[in-house]
């Protein structure tokens, strides 16, 4: 602006000056009126080249401004790029038409899609969209107060591939600084792991309240049934060999010893225990409970590999309970394999930068496989997909039971017909309490 206002007053200086010497020649001499008139080409010419100078000037002056107000929307631009790429949740942006005018990394991830799919596409065209869409449906109205413009759920979306996530959604509407509405927003995330751990939660509490309750019921039926035992002892003595009713009385003491069995599980899944926990070899410990199965491995024809880390195998653990653990875990394996089945059994030690180390157990076979239906309620008390002589259900109970004590969790993936991958992740012992250290 000051270039602007220089350049005028210049003018205004020369028509004025100009005037002046007009005045001045008229009144002069003739000497002087030649004088005077090439004193005032000169002037002319210098007040031209002055403006001139200072137009230049100003257009280098706009030129570095606009440069440098480019410079300022790129690098604002990029922020704005980087911030929506770097998002973990999804950002879809419309314009007031509903078409597509920006979609992140996120949204293409967690739909399966392109942005070629979706810029510039109306979200109405898109079947996938279609619970978002009612949602957004809701957002349309502008009225004040703007707060009711956002709508926030959480409902399941049918990915471009055909399968189906829950996603926690919030639709809104864009305004400018007068707020007029120039569009509309949709944020989006991938609950899937969130609702993985709302239902771990759940089951942690079910499975600890339904254990309490079992142990009260076990107590009551552990006396009566040792009597019951001690009685059927004597029966048994004072028949003689052969008697017809030996047979039925040694059926009654098998199931007798298969109840009492039950009812141990049941006391040890639902007793309160504090890990005894000692420094060791993890990879020993479950190289350990292979070696006790071994000969049940090699009737079964079962070839086990391993594939055991050194980095981080030193770890802070209860050596009893995580021998069930691994007893547990090997014999359903056993049980779900063919003859010239493979079981799979890896260590592998995880680095955390900003938080306590883990080390993660991979237990693989190539059994039948769990059904779908089966596996939200495979850690259940009481739950088995075995044969009734062949498992209480408390096996796997009480495996979860006891990694959760450690500090971890257990997860399970499965393919019928391929078989089943166990995975236990837990810290190394930095965060656990109660540690004995082994001398």
Known sequence: MKIFGRCFLVRCILVLSLVCLGIAIYYASHTERE???????????????????????????????LALMQREYERAREGYVNILRSMTSGVIVMNVE?????????????????????????????????????????????????????????????????????????????????ETLIGYIIICQDLTEVKALREKAERDRRLASLGEMAAGVAHEVRNPLSSVMGFVSVIDEELPEGHEHKPYLSIIMKE???????????????????????????????????????????????????????EGKMVLFDREQLHQVWLNLIKNAIDSMQPGGKLNLSTRFIPNPIGEDLIRIDLE??????????????????????????????GLAITSRII??????IDVTSKIGQGSRFSITFPRGKSLVHVNSEK
């Open 98 to 178: 509903n078409r597509i005018t920006h979609a992140n990394q996120a949204v293409l991830s967690i739909f399966g899609a392109s942005s070629l799919q979706l810029i510039g596409k109306q979200i109405f065209e898109f079947p996938q969209f279609k619970a978002v869409t009612q949602l957004l449906s809701q957002t349309l109205d502008t009225r004040p107060p703007f707060i009711h413009n956002i709508k926030q759920a959480e409902i399941d979306v049918e990915r471009f591939d055909g399968s189906t996530i829950p996603l926690g959604l919030s639709t809104a509407v864009l305004r400018d600084h007068q």
């Open 256 to 310: 007798i010893e298969r109840a009492s069995k039950v009812i141990q599980d049941v006391l040890d899944f639902a007793r309160q225990w504090t890990p005894d926990l000692k420094q060791g070899d993890l990879n020993a410990h479950i190289q350990d409970a292979v070696f006790q199965l071994s000969n049940q491995l090699k009737q079964s024809q079962i070839e086990v590999k391993t594939d055991y880390c050194t």
């Open 404 to 409: 959760m004590e450690h500090k971890g969790h």
């Open 365 to 394: 076979d190539s059994g039948s496989g769990i059904l779908d239906q089966h596996l939200a309620k495979i850690f259940a008390p009481f739950f088995t997909s075995k044969q009734s002589q062949r498992g209480t259900g408390l």
């Open 35 to 65: 004088s005077l008139f090439w004193f005032g080409i000169s002037f002319v010419l210098w007040g031209n080249w002055f403006i001139r100078e200072q137009q230049i000037h100003q257009m280098r002056y706009l030129t570095a401004s």
